[in-house]
């Protein structure tokens, strides 16, 4: 969760059956390139997936590295969305 000023934005959400909920395409039909890749560890998240969130199964047949790479992906969208005042220092 990020925590800017008057409003908060969830990067990720994680899901108590080891899942994570993570922005993977800017748009669906972006997104929906995990759901061929692994059809029974990926899915649309409710209510936000039209927007390309997905939930990814933590475990399952997506290997760790791919995982990591989305989470920073998905970051680095949300943060680009941010007023550069907003942004976190770059390192």
């Known amino acids: 969760m990020f925590r800017s000023h008057?409003?908060?934005?969830?990067?990720a959400t994680f899901t108590p059956d080891a899942s994570v909920g993570l922005k993977c395409g800017?748009?669906?039909?972006?997104?929906?390139?995990?759901?061929l890749r692994?059809?029974?560890d990926a899915s649309v998240m409710a209510y936000i997936g039209w927007s390309?969130?997905?939930?990814?199964r933590i475990g399952g047949a997506i290997p760790d590295d791919e995982l990591m790479e989305a989470t920073e992906a998905c970051y680095a969208a949300v943060v680009?969305?941010?007023?550069?005042k907003d942004r976190p220092p770059q390192s």
């Open 52 to 56: 390309g969130w997905n939930t990814l």
């Open 6 to 11: 008057d409003w908060t934005a969830f990067l």
């Open 80 to 84: 680009s969305k941010l007023p550069k």
């Open 38 to 40: 692994y059809p029974a």
């Open 26 to 35: 800017a748009c669906r039909e972006a997104a929906d390139e995990w759901l």
